[in-house]
Each structure stands twice: as C-alpha cells, then as structure tokens.
C-alpha cells in the first residue's frame, strides 16, 4: 500500500500544505495555483474497482519553476533523491526530475524563453 507521505515531502520541498485528510487520502494545496494534488491509497473503496490495486506507472507530475539551477542546488542540499539531473533540451526547456517518497516522479521545468 502507499505510504502516504506525499504531505512533508510536498511542504517541504513544493510549498504545498495538507487541504484535507482522512484514513488513505490526502488533499494537498498551493497558495500560488489553483491546482490540488490529491493521493489516494491504493486499495481505497473510492477508486474504481478495476484501478484500485494497480501502481503507477508512467506519470509525471510536474511543476514549473523559476531559476531551475537554485531549485536543484536547493534539492541537492536536503538530500532529495535527484532521479534526472539537471539538463537542457535542445529547444531550451531546463529540467531535472527528483522522486518522493512514494515513487512518484515530479519533475521540475523551466520553460525556454524565446
């Protein structure tokens, strides 16, 4: 089952806090979005019976930020597990992927600038 920690991981390195929470879900929110990142158990009664027992795979939850280079650095100084180094696409976009607690990929982006 998932651990459901995404609540410090998020806090701590995304600015997120716990909107909602009860046995198996939790609701995080940003000040600066009006987008909420929601993680559910697997095995919850609320996900559809043929998705409740399945992991995912080939997600990436991603988050677009400014001065990518400093938001690395920040992440390498707290010992985030960096999955995807920084590095830049050849059309200019910057990236690099960090792993929480759970296995769910979030990667960081910063758009090219044209």
Not at 28 to 34: F, N
Request: proline share 4%; glycine share 6%; net charge negative.
């Amino acid at each position: 089952m998932m651990c459901l920690r995404p609540v410090p991981f998020l806090a701590d390195h995304f600015g997120f806090r716990e909107k909602m929470a009860a046995d198996g879900f939790a609701s995080l929110h940003h000040d600066e979005s009006t987008v909420n990142v929601i993680y559910l158990r697997r095995g919850i009664s609320q996900l559809p019976e043929g998705f409740r027992d399945e992991r995912t795979s080939g997600a990436i939850l991603a988050f677009t930020v400014d001065n990518i280079a400093e938001v690395e650095a920040r992440f390498r100084k707290s010992s985030v597990n960096i999955t995807m180094p920084l590095r830049e696409e050849e059309w200019g976009e910057k990236l690099f992927q960090v792993t929480d607690p759970n296995g769910i990929i979030i990667q960081c982006v910063e758009w090219a600038t044209h």
